[in-house]
């Protein structure tokens, strides 16, 4: 059988010459990058000149790179680590409904022991109004985190506009840029932001690695106390391999990242239109052109994603229903539900994200096959009478 992957938003296989790079330090070179011996010094150079990789990738400088376990400790450092170095300033935060659940989770958290947090509105295609941003600042803001672009349905948020109006205010400025790293043009100065979450796996690299940009001079408290690694911010002896893995990754990734995005940007639009030329009743998720290269994601009236994502594994394609976290609890997207796409249609969707190794034919295949099976399942769909398919706005 055919095996196809169409989940990179999820995550996605290292490379080869990712694997090639990592494995003389989980073989040979293990020595502890602190020791003083050569040993460690010899580990200790591998980790900055990855630092320096990736410094340079997004306009940053090497001080400004720390090495996190990936996107969820990244994102939970900034929103934990401003809060509680400036609680003494304000407890505000401003945030979205769509950020990723290592978002939303630290916020949730937050709130719990007295943080305020405002949710931005987001229009029906995702994207905060920079005026709406405006209006929910107030004196105790200490800090704003606004996705760079969106997992689920792919919208690029106007980061440079929004950060403008936090630097006017001397407003701590945050962005999970893990979807866009290594996929678009990324640049910290100029997006104009403080700190900015970095996740390996998510561009060929190793799972359990990412880092955190921290712009020189920004108060930020670590989550992890122990010993003096990451100039005292992050304790732990470091992912030797993982960072090496991380560095290669994001140099291969930035050497491609024009050709890439263009062939992806091609395929997905020649998805999106075969879909909705042979599907009846399919709706696009998120926003047309101010989209991740990669991103598609479809409702489809009258039946369950869960039924067309098992039934798509059966023939060997493996996508996802919203995001890869809700859909093993089948609580219904947040992300799809912020953007008021109704609930019928919430779970309808589908989320097919490409990357390196997907072709043409490897869509015309799955058009196919998912054409097959959105007529099979609405065939025996017992919804199909009584649904109201009106979307708002
Ligand atoms: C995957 C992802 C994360 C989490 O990163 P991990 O390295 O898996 O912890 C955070 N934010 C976004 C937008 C993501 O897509």
Known sequence: MKKLYLDYAATTPIRPEVWSAMEPYLKEI???????????????????????????????????????????????MVLKGVAFALQDKGKHIITTPIEHHAVLEPCHFLEKLGFEITYLPVDKTGLVDPDDLKRAIRKDTILISIMHANNEIGTIEPIKELSCIAKEREIYFHTDAVQTVGHIPVDVKDLNVDFLSISAHKFYGPKGIGALYIRKGTRVYPLLHGGEQEGRRRAGTENVAGIVGMGRALD???????????????????????????????????????????????????????????????????????????????????????????????????????????????????????ERIVDKLRAISPYKQGWTLKREG
């Open 252 to 370: 291969l990734a930035i050497l491609e990242i024009d050709s890439e995005r263009e062939r992806l940007a091609k395929l997905r639009d020649y998805f999106i239109e075969e879909v909705e030329r042979r599907i009846p009743d399919s709706y696009l998720n998120g926003h047309r052109t101010q989209r991740l290269p990669n991103n598609i994601n479809f409702s489809f009236a009258y039946i369950e994603g869960e039924a067309l994502l098992l039934n798509l594994d059966m023939e060997g394609i493996g996508v996802s229903t919203g995001s890869a976290c809700s859909s093993s609890s089948l609580e219904p997207s947040h992300v799809l539900s912020a953007i008021g796409v109704p609930i019928e249609l919430v779970h309808g969707s589908l989320r097919f994200t490409l990357g390196l190794w997907t072709k043409k034919e490897d869509l015309d295949y799955t058009l196919d096959v998912l």
């Open 30 to 76: 293990y020595g502890n990058p602190s020791s003083l011996h050569s040993f460690g010094k010899e580990s200790r150079v591998a980790i900055e000149e990855a630092r320096e990789k990736i410094a340079k990738a997004i306009g940053a400088k090497n001080e400004e790179i720390i090495f996190t376990s990936g996107g969820t400790e990244a994102n939970n």
